[in-house]
């Protein structure tokens, strides 16, 4: 019976860890976009950053807080240490010493006698034990109000760098699910091309066979058909890759299967909007430029911190304890007797002289405060430009599509009449390759244009209006 209970349940993991790897997704863009801000890697890490913010806060609020310890210590003199007593502090004859003359044994008209060398004396318990518990209070330190000040700034960095990573995955989200439709869509219109193409052939050879035609009309086809299954092989191993590299976008195994919901038309069509074109830029509300504004606070935080060097620092403690002392380990026999004490104070620590080191390091942080404010005025600059750009480079894809549209379509009813003279035997099979060629072109072009918009309206959104992910 064990052993069936052990076949059952190791058949049992097998079949779940089969299915888990037969997982399949199904996604729209949107969904895509929505689990991949949940599982990717960096996006992750991104919250891991924020939750580490969030107890570095903590850590330096706690700073300021009372720390309380506690210290218990046994020894035990293995060897006692003895300490020598000069014999004259005794007196052997009396056992109390009233006067001076007594002590030195003075009488009249007789020099005093003063006994000669030590006597060791060994002063304590061979044993003894000790207990204390402090409680320390900061009651002011300038670098720690600044130091709340960082903790706060840092936390604040790190929620912008999460939302930086947040559109960086969408828009990587959105570039990896339109290139997995753009492999697709080549990888099938390749197959219909060379299907195509191997019926021309076959006609032409048969043709040729007839004595009807000559044999470079075949050739030319044999070229071109070789062509597209060239292309067609790289094709499908760029499908391939580009959905291993989704699935990286997403945060899943490679070899995890998913299907794409959504066509490249239908995202092509979803992105063209004009409108976008008249969008202002907000750039306050840009990511990059709260990051850059971030580092200027940090460094004005840095330049306050060695300011507030120079002010003093005072702290409070109390502390309390309790000592055992016995020659034999006794300490919690309930006759023990043991010995308390508490100790109250304060400290003040007040810098006065560092030689310009507090100088020196404060006009550091300053010239570092002056090369933030300088770097946020370009990154103002970079930002305005990556917008204009941005706008330029969507206006120019939806253009790019417009005008590949029109041109697939000249290059379709091109090959069509070439395709009908060719097989009337009015054209050669080289005027049929070069509209077959062009037409070949003409459809990449236009995938290539639809994948543009895309991917360009994906970048103006990303520069634009940095809480696009709060909006989704």
Do not use: C, H
């Not at 035990?76 to 014999?87: E, T, W």
């Not at 007789?110 to 000790?130: C, D, K, L, S, Y």
């Not at 990059?288 to 935080?301: F, G, M």
């Not at 204009?388 to 939806?398: E, G, I, L």
Request: aromatic content about 10%.
């Amino acid at each position: 019976m064990r052993k069936l209970l052990i076949l059952a349940s190791i058949v049992f993991g097998f079949s779940q860890a089969t299915a888990q790897e037969e997982r399949a997704y199904d996604f729209t863009l949107e969904e895509a976009i929505s689990f991949a801000l949940d599982s990717n890697y960096t996006a992750i890490n991104a919250r891991r950053d924020i939750a580490r913010a969030i107890k570095q806060k903590w850590e330096t609020t706690a700073t300021g807080l009372p720390q309380i310890s506690a210290n218990i210590q046994y020894q035990n003199f293995i060897k006692q240490p003895v300490s020598l007593l000069p014999a004259a502090a005794f007196d052997n004859t009396s056992s109390v010493v009233n006067t001076v003359e007594d002590f030195f044994d003075i009488t009249p008209n007789r020099e005093p006698t003063v006994p000669e060398g030590f006597i060791p004396i060994v002063f304590g318990t061979q044993q003894q034990a000790t207990a204390t518990a402090t409680l320390n209070q900061l009651i002011f330190d300038g670098s720690y109000l600044v130091g709340l000040q960082a903790a706060l700034a840092f936390l604040d960095f790190s929620e912008n760098a999460n939302e930086k990573t947040q559109l960086e995955v969408r828009r990587g989200v959105i570039n990896a699910y339109g290139s997995v439709l753009l492999a697709d869509e080549l990888v099938s219109i390749f197959r219909s091309n060379k299907e195509k193409l191997e019926n021309n052939l076959y006609e032409a050879q048969k043709i040729f066979e007839n004595g009807l035609n000559e044999q470079e009309e075949v050739e030319q086809l044999e070229i071109t058909l070789l062509e597209i299954a060239t292309q067609l092989s790289n094709a499908e191993r760029t499908a391939s890759i580009a959905r291993q590299m989704f699935n990286v976008a997403l945060g899943i195994d490679v070899n995890t299967p998913v299907t794409l919901t959504e066509s490249l038309d239908d995202l092509a069509d979803q992105n063209i909007q004009l409108g976008a074109l008249e969008t202002n830029l907000n750039m306050e509300e840009n990511v990059d430029y709260k990051i850059a504004y971030n580092l200027t606070e940090q460094r004005s935080l840095e330049l306050k911190l060695e300011k507030s060097r120079a002010l003093p620092q005072l702290s409070a403690f109390v502390n309390y304890g309790t000592q055992a002392f016995s020659d034999e380990f006794s300490f919690f026999d309930s006759d023990q007797r043991w010995f308390q004490q508490s100790l109250f104070g304060v400290n003040m620590n007040i810098p006065i002289f560092s030689s310009g080191n507090r100088g020196a390091k404060t006009q550091q942080a300053r010239i570092a405060l002056d090369q933030a404010e300088t770097q946020l005025k370009e990154t103002v600059q970079n930002i305005q430009l990556q917008f204009d750009t941005a706008k330029s480079n969507y206006k120019f894809s939806v253009e790019s599509y417009e005008n590949a549209k029109k041109n697939l379509d000249l290059a379709e009813r091109i090959e069509r009449k070439n395709q009908i003279k060719f097989d009337e035997g009015i054209s050669s099979s080289f005027d049929l390759r070069q509209a077959q060629l062009q037409l070949y072109s003409a459809q990449q072009q236009y995938f290539n244009a639809m994948l543009n918009v895309i991917n360009s309206k994906a970048e103006l959104d990303t520069i634009s209006n940095s809480n696009i992910i709060n909006n989704n």
